[in-house]
């Protein structure tokens, strides 16, 4: 075996977005394309030699020759070790949590979360750094600059491994250890989480429902839920892992996890249903006939930490992502917690995490998570809820109920504009931001404007200034409208609207989201002009 130097040409189009690296299989699929950019990852790295490197994805379609080619590329670069979850299978939290166990160099996940898979799906590639969290932006611009000038990479001339049983490999001086993908991280689940009082719980008249849309949570949640806390055989629906996830969308939302919402909406539904994403790092929270808003859910769990043993302690502090809705900001001022506002995507956490700035995050966008690991994590907020439940013994209504009587409701919904003209998605957005300068004072409808501006980031730990994040209108009344372009597609742009409003009166909290948000959105119709420009009537998705 020795290792070989191949030559290469650069592609122009192997910019990271919001979460690594994502394209479409038949992308990947071009001589050289993975090649190129895992070389560009290591390019961007220094002092790696002979340490360790965590690997694993969501097992969609084409995981495993991607994972068989990096693990001989990491070997010719030098790497001394590298951890893979057995089959390919590591959940994108399950790899944080592995690299800061074993204290790895960082990580590689193969991913496109969400995304739809198989062999006209996506796929996508994401590298980690030693704290566990996505690559900081000042790591995706290396990579993207080495990227455009890379002309060779290394590889070992090496056999394939056999992913599918543990045990200890070697490739060139390199080891490769397969390993389970669910013990580690069932381990910090149970270190975090009051799993007696969950169990004697669900022992009793509770029923719940997880549905992995087959993606990598089935096996985790096999696992926990119904191996470790007793929950009945047959909780987790669609539990097993499949390269094009049935030919669904592996995304937790009303519209994607349909077989849960038929349950949860249905006749006679469990008390508790939950959803996660291709890759484990999204959740959905439901109760019988009750939707629990994201940014709703990430305020309940910021206020009802001192029922977890993990958080017994108190919080530092609490962030969320810019257009995630401002329920925590209100949890944060009673409990006395700083509460920082960041650009959409996790890696913006990271710094606040690893400085004790923050203890618990998350965005709209079905994210949530804490100082545990450096991603968001789907499983962590499923137990976190069941937690909480198990305590309070209330409904999952009744609980949402509650926290808005104390702290009002943000009306929250984002509208998505999926796959439109790119060009129109840009005349759009600078159509939007060219408003802003007069905006200021000045009536919308029946909305006065209290500020407009291009939302820009400067990070509170190391200073560094993150730009063009979002255009956003606040108004006198609290009530915002955000436009955003979305960094996670391979088609085409993504409009995505974000729209809140504030009601502290319990009397009207029963109102319907988007009949309460209607004013907004005709208002956002209007301004951006975007009916006419997307030439849609309506949005794709509604969360
Ligand atoms: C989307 C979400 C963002 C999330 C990102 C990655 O990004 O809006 O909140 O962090 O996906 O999540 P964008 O740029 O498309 O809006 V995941 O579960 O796809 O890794
Ligand atoms: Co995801």
Redesign the pocket.
Known sequence: MSSQTVSTQPFSDQKP????L?KQVPDFQQPHYLENFIQSIFNSLEGYQDKTLVLGGDGRFYNRPAIQTILKMAAANGFGNVLVGQGGILS?PAASCLIRKYDAFGGIIL?????PGGPEGDFGV?YNVGNGGPAPEKVTNAIFEHSKKISEYKIEDAEDINLDQTGTHKIGDMTVEVIDSVTDYAALMESLFDFDQIRSFLSGNFKMCMDSLHAVTGPYARDILEGKLGAKSGTVQNGEPLEDFGGGHPDPNLVYAHDLVELMFGDSPPDFGAAS???G??NMILGSNFFVNPSDSLALIAANASLVPGYRDGLSGVAR?M??SQAVDRVAEKLGLDCYETP???KFFGNLLDADKITICG?????TGSDHVR??DGLWAILFWLNILAARKQSVEDIVREHWQTYGRNFYS?HDYEGIDSQAANQLMDGVKSQFLQLKGKKLGDYTVKYADDFSYTDPVDGSVSEHQGLRIGFEDGSRMVF??????TQGA?L?LYLESYEPDPAKHDVDTQAALGGLISLADEFAKIRELTGRDEPTVIT
């Not at 991913?111 to 995304?115: Q, V």
């Not at 965005?363 to 994210?367: D, M, P």
């Open positions: 977005g919001t979460s690594g994502r994108t991913s496109a979360s969400h995304n994401k994403d291709g890759d790092d999204r992502s257009p995630t959409t995507g996790w965005e709209e966008s079905f994210g991603e968001k984002r955003r372009l979305s960094g996670t597609g993504t995505r």
